[in-house]
């Protein structure tokens, strides 16, 4: 098992370096349309989601905990102007179900925008969105975070949970990227990101459990530092995580001093905001992964008998 | 340069045996197995070579179908075997191939000259298998993949049997990698394991390494070994 300390070190990093650069969460009013307003809303969305973990976990230390609660702040006030522009956005694509989703973290976190909330109840009555045309994983992540806004599910997520790729526990050596990604975010739905590691059926967790370790040293020698993170999120969603310490140790030494997590090999080039964008998810996806590890390591511990 | 046209003629060698071992597994037909092997001179140091690489898998049509060997490539694999023994220094795999080869022979009767005349069956160590992670261990299995046989019993089996999942593992890891030979030498190895995953798809993994890397002779030969393992006669 991997030190903690070194786990934990990569999550306190990347908070330093998402505080530095937060003016990179940054929405753009005038973009062409054909663009689309909204396409800047899910760093924002990712952001508030992850700061709710961090919280939620309870493992980070008071300087990350700071920073956390000032990001989230910043992101409120100055990126979403207070929530208004998610009405904003809601006013351009109605029945887009974006704003509903980077609102929800922000909602469970105690703030408030009345007019979002109306449009979210009335899309919700929508046939339109039962149907919304997304792929399965996607369909069960919007199934689960209407349970968490307080609706009912439609579908309900039982419902939803055997049309992904992961519930078919399909042949592990047919798995590229792609399906990776799909791999991580029907887990993150099925645990509330990580919240309850129960909501892993049996048979899935055992899949993972023999498989993961595959994909991990697999991410982990193409050094994609973005997936390589997120599948250390699921190694700590599942009953027995391994806190691989060779993945760990590969991915600390791939963050940079001042903590930002490449997405492939090294950092690239580029004005501020081509790095941001190019950067901030395997940042955030650092910043998951530590506290979810970290808080299951203080864990284990807890269990070991002294 | 004289090495490397060495190097290319070992390499063709090896290629040429090992088509000639497929076929024969595919055919069931022990005369096609018998393409000449020089004995004598540089050729013969060359075809004792390319043994040495293909190992006890030189005379598996033998093994897994009971067609009496030819004689001449019995004669090189008999030459191969007893010319070079193991060095005190050598690595694991290298001491369970030649042992491997030194079992082919006494399976077949064949009484073995000199200093392998006295030394029995005696098994090498596997120690250095059991603590291997599994990237390792099937790396190392894919190597012995001679040993993988319907009945065989020895140490390195008894290893492989205990980890079925660890192989699984290293089998789908090759196959990610596009490692056609290794994947095709664990593949081989999960045809006999009790235990392997159900989720791994074995069968149709062993096609998709067919179809992506069947052409090269030396991974079309343990594909053949996997696809007669079920169906093979117990030694």
């Known amino acids: 098992m991997t030190d903690t300390r070194l786990i934990h070190?990569?999550?306190?990093?990347?908070?330093?370096?998402?505080?530095?650069?937060?003016?990179?969460?940054?929405?753009?009013?005038?973009?062409?349309?054909?663009?689309?307003?909204?396409?800047?809303?899910?760093?924002?969305?990712?952001?508030?989601?992850?700061?709710?973990?961090?919280?939620?976990?309870?493992?980070?230390?008071?300087?990350?905990?700071?920073?956390?609660?000032?990001?989230?702040?910043?992101?409120?006030?100055?990126?979403?102007?207070?929530?208004?522009?998610?009405?904003?956005?809601?006013?351009?694509?109605?029945?887009?179900?974006?704003?509903?989703?980077?609102?929800?973290?922000?909602?469970?976190?105690?703030?408030?925008?009345?007019e979002l909330e109306q449009a979210t109840a009335l899309n919700h009555r929508l046939d339109s969105w039962v149907r919304f045309p997304v792929n399965p994983t996607r369909r069960l992540g919007l199934s689960a975070f209407q349970r968490r806004f307080g609706l009912t599910a439609r579908p309900p997520e039982a419902d939803l949970v055997g049309t992904t790729w992961l519930a078919r526990t399909p042949e592990p050596w047919t798995v590229e990227g792609h399906t990776a990604y799909d791999i991580t975010h029907t887990v993150f739905h099925l645990t509330d990101w990580g919240e309850s590691p129960d909501g892993l059926p049996p048979r899935i967790a055992d899949y993972l459990a023999t498989w993961l370790p595959v994909w991990i040293d697999d991410w982990l020698d193409l050094e994609r530092w973005d997936l390589l993170g997120e599948l250390l999120v699921v190694d700590a969603c599942l009953p027995r995580p391994t806190l691989d310490e060779r993945a760990w140790e590969g991915f600390a030494a791939a963050q940079q001093p001042d903590g930002a997590m490449p997405a492939v090999r090294t950092m690239p080039e580029g004005d501020p905001d081509t790095v941001f964008d190019m950067v901030y998810h395997p940042t955030l996806v650092a910043a998951f992964a530590s506290v979810l590890a970290t808080s299951r390591a203080l864990t284990e511990l807890a269990r070991t008998p002294s | 340069?004289?090495?490397?046209?060495?190097?290319?003629?070992?390499?063709?060698?090896?290629?040429?045996?090992?088509?000639?071992?497929?076929?024969?597994?595919?055919?069931?037909?022990?005369?096609?197995?018998?393409?000449?092997?020089?004995?004598?001179?540089?050729?013969?140091?060359?075809?004792?070579?390319?043994?040495?690489?293909?190992?006890?898998?030189?005379?598996?049509?033998?093994?897994?179908?009971?067609?009496?060997?030819?004689?001449?490539?019995?004669?090189?694999?008999?030459?191969?075997?007893?010319?070079?023994?193991?060095?005190?220094d050598a690595a694991p795999a290298v001491v369970w191939s030649h042992w491997a080869m030194a079992r082919a022979l006494r399976r077949l009767d064949e009484p073995?000259?000199?200093?392998?005349?006295?030394?029995?069956?005696?098994?090498?160590?596997?120690?250095?298998?059991?603590?291997?992670?599994?990237?390792?261990?099937?790396?190392?299995?894919?190597?012995?993949?001679?040993?993988?046989?319907?009945?065989?019993?020895?140490?390195?089996?008894?290893?492989?049997?205990?980890?079925?999942?660890?192989?699984?593992?290293?089998?789908?890891?090759?196959?990610?990698?596009r490692d056609w030979q290794q994947a095709a030498g664990a593949g081989r190895w999960l045809t006999l394991l009790?235990?392997?995953?159900?989720?791994?798809?074995?069968?149709?993994?062993?096609?998709?390494?067919?179809?992506?890397?069947?052409?090269?002779?030396?991974?079309?030969?343990?594909?053949?070994?996997?696809?007669?393992?079920?169906?093979?006669v117990l030694l």
Request: charged residues 25%; proline residues 8%; aromatic residues 6%.
């Open chain 1, 9 to 114: 070190h990569v999550g306190v990093s990347a908070m330093e370096w998402l505080w530095a650069h937060r003016d990179g969460f940054r929405l753009e009013p005038d973009v062409d349309p054909e663009v689309g307003f909204l396409e800047r809303f899910k760093p924002v969305g990712e952001l508030a989601l992850i700061c709710g973990v961090l919280f939620r976990e309870g493992v980070a230390g008071s300087r990350q905990a700071q920073l956390a609660r000032q990001l989230l702040d910043h992101a409120w006030r100055e990126t979403l102007d207070g929530g208004r522009m998610l009405v904003r956005g809601q006013r351009i694509e109605p029945f887009s179900p974006i704003p509903f989703e980077v609102y929800l973290p922000f909602k469970e976190l105690g703030h408030s925008q009345p």
């Open chain 2, 112 to 177: 073995l000259p000199g200093p392998l005349a006295g030394d029995g069956d005696t098994e090498p160590d596997a120690a250095w298998l059991e603590d291997a992670g599994w990237q390792s261990l099937t790396h190392q299995l894919a190597v012995l993949a001679p040993l993988a046989l319907p009945g065989e019993e020895c140490a390195v089996t008894r290893v492989a049997r205990r980890r079925p999942v660890d192989v699984a593992r290293g089998f789908v890891r090759a196959v990610r990698r």
């Open chain 2, 194 to 232: 009790d235990g392997v995953p159900d989720t791994l798809g074995l069968d149709t993994g062993l096609d998709f390494v067919r179809l992506m890397g069947g052409s090269d002779p030396r991974v079309a030969l343990q594909l053949e070994a996997a696809r007669l393992m079920p169906a093979g």
């Open chain 2, 1 to 88: 340069m004289e090495q490397s046209s060495t190097s290319a003629l070992l390499q063709g060698t090896v290629l040429d045996l090992a088509s000639d071992v497929v076929s024969a597994l595919r055919s069931g037909d022990h005369a096609r197995a018998g393409g000449t092997l020089a004995r004598d001179g540089a050729g013969g140091n060359i075809a004792r070579a390319a043994v040495r690489v293909l190992g006890a898998d030189t005379l598996l049509p033998t093994a897994l179908l009971r067609v009496p060997p030819d004689p001449g490539r019995l004669a090189v694999f008999k030459d191969a075997v007893t010319a070079h023994p193991p060095r005190a």
